[in-house]
């Protein structure tokens, strides 16, 4: 893991497409602005967790399903 410190409105460049600025800091909360091409997903711990045990209960049920279709 990379850790860098920035102030408001200093960027971080990744690659040559996707920028991450620091818009505000109020106490321990941190505004960040990201710009990246539309087809790179972004998205919040949180709701990046609850796609994944989505998709794995998903792909279990349709294991699941396989099976008893199968038997």
Known sequence: MLILTRRVDERIFIGD???LCVLGIEGNR???GLEAPR???ILREEIHQKYSNNASNDSQHSVK???K???
């Open 17 to 19: 497409d996707i920028t």
């Open 65 to 67: 399903g396989d099976v």
């Open 69 to 71: 279709r199968s038997a």
């Open 39 to 41: 087809d790179v997903a």
């Open 30 to 32: 941190v505004r960040l």
